[in-house]
């Protein structure tokens, strides 16, 4: 089974930081774009950060200069540090990745898998 865990979140101050985590784990033959979400009550899951295989990231407009998404390809683990946090940043942020899996080295399918999601709270 493949799972994305997702780790790090909490209530902060505005102004302050938080660094977030998402391990893929499972029969993982290898991992392609990984990306974070965030959904804040009452609105549509957004966008926030995507970085490819490669390490080429975008950020959405709103997080663009405090947001900054990396990854370990060895540890299958995307991050997200999160500084100048604002009230508006709070949500629950999501990992999602597109995963090819495999099986005694065959591979089995490729597609998107999400993590549950870790709460962020910002706010005095």
């Known amino acids: 089974q493949v799972q994305l865990v997702e780790s790090g979140g909490g209530l902060v101050q505005p102004g302050g930081s938080l660094r977030l985590s998402c391990v893929a784990s499972?029969?993982?033959?290898?991992?392609?774009?990984m990306d974070w979400y965030r959904q804040a009550p009452g609105k549509e899951r957004e966008l926030v950060a995507h970085?490819?295989?490669?390490?080429?990231?975008n950020y959405a407009d709103s997080v663009k200069g405090r947001f900054t998404i990396s990854r370990d390809n060895a540890k299958n683990t995307v991050y997200l540090q999160m500084n100048s946090l604002k009230p508006e940043d709070t949500a629950v942020y999501y990992c999602?990745?597109?995963?090819?899996?495999?099986?005694?080295?065959?591979?089995?399918?490729?597609?998107?898998?999400w993590g549950k999601g870790t709460l962020v709270t910002v706010s005095s």
């Open positions: 999602n990745a597109e995963l090819i899996t495999q099986r005694m080295g065959i591979i089995l399918d490729s597609r998107d898998y």
């Open positions: 499972g029969n993982i033959f290898s991992i392609n774009n």
């Open positions: 970085i490819t295989s490669g390490g080429i990231t």
